[in-house]
Every structure is written in structure tokens, then in C-alpha cells.
């Protein structure tokens, strides 16, 4: 059974930086897509970045390029996400997820109906 578990998450202040962490147990990340999700209180929640089977390719919402970066440390089975220059509007509850079909390649942008394995979440909070 798939379980994926988020850790790293805080409270910082605006250009700060945090990294974000999500161990997987019952699976080995470098076979599926993986993503990172947010959600915000009373928003939908929204895909920010997502690493390809292979680890090669990436992907990255245009309000999070150049500030965040995904990676996986295969050994470790931890996907991880680097966030720098953080903003206030970064402040949400933050989600690891797996794409056990692969289906996300397809699209243009992340959507959560291709990832069937959600961790709990990290809660991000950014102080102006």
C-alpha cells in the first residue's frame, strides 16, 4: 500500500526559504510522475510542480518558476521541494502526490484528477 507522508513545512517570513519533504513507502518514486500540490483556505487547490518518471523532466506553475525546485533522491525514496523567495501568497497547505498511471504527462498543466495517492500536507505560512 502506497503512503506518503510530508514533513519541512513552517512558518517564515516573505523571501525566506523552506524545503519540503515526502516519504513514500509501498512504492519507489523514479517508477511514477509525482507532484506537489497547495491549497489555500477557500481556494481549490492548485498544482505547483511535478517531476516525470525518470526524474528528468520537470514541471513548474508559472507563479512558483524560478523560485521553487523539485527533486527526488531515489536512495532515500523522498521527493523534496525547494522553496525560495517565498511570498505570501505561498501560504497554503502543501501536498505530495502520486500519478500512479501516468496519465499527468499529458497535460499542459497538473490536475488532481491524475494522482490517486495524497500524503496528509505541510502547512506554509508566509509573514509580509
Known amino acids: 500500500q502506497v503512503q506518503l507522508v510530508e514533513s519541512g513545512g513552517g512558518s517564515v517570513q516573505a523571501g525566506g526559504s523552506l524545503r519540503l519533504s515526502c516519504a513514500a513507502s509501498g512504492t519507489t518514486y523514479r517508477s511514477y510522475n509525482m507532484g506537489w500540490f497547495r491549497q489555500a483556505p477557500g481556494k481549490e487547490r492548485e498544482g505547483v510542480a511535478a517531476?516525470?518518471?525518470?526524474?528528468?523532466?520537470?514541471y513548474y506553475a508559472d507563479s512558483v518558476k524560478g523560485r521553487f525546485t523539485i527533486s527526488q533522491d531515489n536512495a532515500k525514496n523522498t521527493l523534496y521541494l525547494q522553496m525560495n523567495s517565498l511570498k505570501p501568497e505561498d501560504t497554503a497547505m502543501y501536498y505530495c502526490a502520486l500519478d500512479r498511471y501516468g496519465s499527468s504527462w499529458y497535460r499542459s498543466a497538473l490536475d488532481t484528477s491524475d494522482f490517486g495517492y495524497w500524503g496528509q500536507g505541510t502547512q506554509v505560512t508566509v509573514s509580509s
Open positions: 517531476i516525470y518518471t525518470g526524474g528528468r523532466t520537470t
